[in-house]
């Protein structure tokens, strides 16, 4: 029975606990701040959007619209997707076990990458997210395992099937272009670049281009937004990024193989037999420099790191011959790195008893880690993690507020940032809530022309009710205030504002007008 058992078994086996193992945890937490964005992309699909290419609105609309909206639906689909990452990283460590011709056939290095999928921080928190993030991890995989196809086979139609995956990838995240990039050493300093010379080649970067078109077309013509949200990113987060940070957070990505993935870059510079794999060495130290040189966040680097599992897994299988205790030996030392710190890699808690972990290890180099933000400060819980606390009660007591409005026709829900625009149309839908008015991210592209020149009520909300509020309406009322201080959007107040000044319009409409025209909004 047992010779019976092949690799793709074990691959698929472990890849099936995987799943177990999101599906039992996916709908303990609500949903994540950016979800909130993209299930909001979804309601509006377009060509284009100001932060993001247009692929996660379509899979959003599909969460929304197929699978029916719930907590577990939106997270079904980074699930499958992020299993189907260790189950291609699997697909490329068999291909260098074939070519090494080890005794197991694959059988042990289809064990260490299921089990490193199963441990590895970057195998599990992205399967609970809808984010471009799990399917960028996703087609860079991918695109890893088409090279190392057509490496193998020097067959056309891989070059074929890898330029839809970088147009693809492109319509996911424009972070495709570094790992394209760091193959440009394989193509120099190789026979491969030979492939210069190969008509097949330029229809590869022909099929790419066409499929990533249609969104370049609508960055074009919409002023390319991309460049406003990378200063964005660049003024308020990429200033936090320091190189001793993002250094060490590429061992934490996988901390529970770091053995296996070290041991695969090892494995590619030095061992003759990986020669015509060494590209991956070179792609990873290219791309990690490039971020770090453009001062990147760290986590952009991480898919590049299932090629690398993939090598040391099958190094690991040819040093290991016929003795399954070395596979065995390192997939228990996954496993008991991994389990003590499950907490920090999924919100398997509830939000105090998390906290009440970190609290315990909060000294811990790893835990400073998960605790650090994007604006530099250590916080209760990491950045994800409170970020998917609080939606639904501001949701809900928006909806509350506007079922109170007795002419709603004249009122609308203005709220500061996409995470609680989101959630207001995500959430309260039982309350048949308006489109949410917000100037942040796409919603400054779903603004109306301006408001009715009868309008009367605005429901507002923001972590605070600026200076100039008072000037803008004769009536302010503090309606709800979040009291979750674990959350991200504690402290945020919800006002019911009535009866507009004029000078209200007119704020208003230059905003709304700045908005139109793809101008700042002050």
């Known amino acids: 029975m047992l010779k019976r058992i092949t690799w793709l078994h074990i691959l698929l086996f472990l890849a099936a606990i995987k799943l177990i193992l999101h599906f039992s945890t996916n709908t303990l937490w609500s949903l994540h701040r950016d979800a909130l964005l993209y299930l909001a992309l979804g309601r509006h699909l377009d060509l284009g959007y100001a932060s993001v290419p247009p692929s996660i609105g379509f899979f959003s609309w599909v969460a929304s619209n197929i699978l029916g909206g719930s907590v577990f639906a939106v997270r079904l689909i980074p699930t499958i997707i992020s299993t189907l990452t260790v189950v291609i990283t699997g697909l490329i460590a068999h291909e260098m076990t074939r070519d090494l011709d080890t005794p197991s056939k694959g059988k042990f290095a289809s064990l260490l990458v299921g089990i490193a999928g199963l441990t590895s921080g970057a195998f599990l928190r992205p399967g609970m997210m809808l984010q471009p993030v799990v399917f960028d991890i996703f087609y860079w995989t991918l695109i890893c395992w088409l090279v190392i196809k ?29 790992l394209v990039f760091g193959f440009i050493p394989l193509l120099l300093f190789t026979r491969h670049r030979k492939l210069f010379r190969n008509k097949d080649f330029y229809l590869m970067m022909g099929i790419s281009f066409l499929i990533f078109l249609p969104n370049l077309i609508w960055q074009i013509s919409h002023k390319l937004p991309v460049i406003r949200h990378m200063r964005e990113l660049a003024a308020t987060q990429f200033v936090n990024v320091t190189t001793s940070g993002f250094l060490f957070d590429q061992l934490f990505f996988f901390l529970p193989a770091v053995l296996i993935w070290i ?73 008991i790195t991994a389990l003590p710190r499950l907490p920090v890699i999924l919100p398997i808690y509830s939000p105090e008893k998390e906290a009440a972990f970190f609290e315990k290890r909060k000294d811990s180099p790893i835990m400073e880690s998960a605790l650090r933000w994007e604006d530099g400060q250590l916080h209760t819980l990491p950045q994800d993690f409170a970020d998917m606390l609080g939606w639904e009660e501001i949701a809900k007591a928006a909806g509350e507020t506007w079922q109170q409005i007795p002419d709603k026709s004249r009122a609308a829900i203005y709220a500061e940032n996409y995470g609680l625009a989101g959630a207001i149309e995500h959430f309260g839908k039982p309350y048949d809530v308006p489109e949410v008015l917000s100037f942040n991210d ?37 309606v709800y205030e979040v009291d979750q201080p674990l959350s991200r959007q504690h402290g945020t107040l919800i006002y019911l504002c009535e009866n507009p000044t004029p000078a209200f319009f007119e704020r208003v409409d230059g905003a709304i007008r700045n908005a139109k025209n793809e101008e700042e909004i002050e």
């Not at 009868?454 to 200076?467: A, P, Q, S, V």
């Open 150 to 178: 057509y490496l193998n086979s020097e067959n056309k139609k891989w070059l074929h099937w890898l330029g839809a995956g970088i147009g693809f990838g492109l319509l996911n995240k424009y972070s495709i272009g570094f």
């Open 263 to 335: 041991a695969g870059l090892y494995f590619l510079l030095f061992v003759p037999q990986a020669r015509k794999w060494r590209g991956f060495a070179w792609m990873y130290f290219t791309v990690l420099l490039l971020l770090l040189f453009l001062s990147g966040k760290s986590y952009y680097t991480i898919g590049a790191y299932p090629v690398l599992i993939a090598a040391g897994a099958a190094y690991m299988e040819k040093l290991s011959g016929k003795k399954i205790w070395i596979p065995a030996g390192l997939s228990a030392l996954m496993l």
């Open 442 to 478: 796409n919603y400054r592209y779903w603004l109306p022309d301006s408001l009715p020149p009868d309008f009367k009520t605005l429901i507002y909300i923001n972590i605070e009710l600026g200076d100039d509020m008072p000037g803008f309406f004769e009536k302010l009322e503090k």
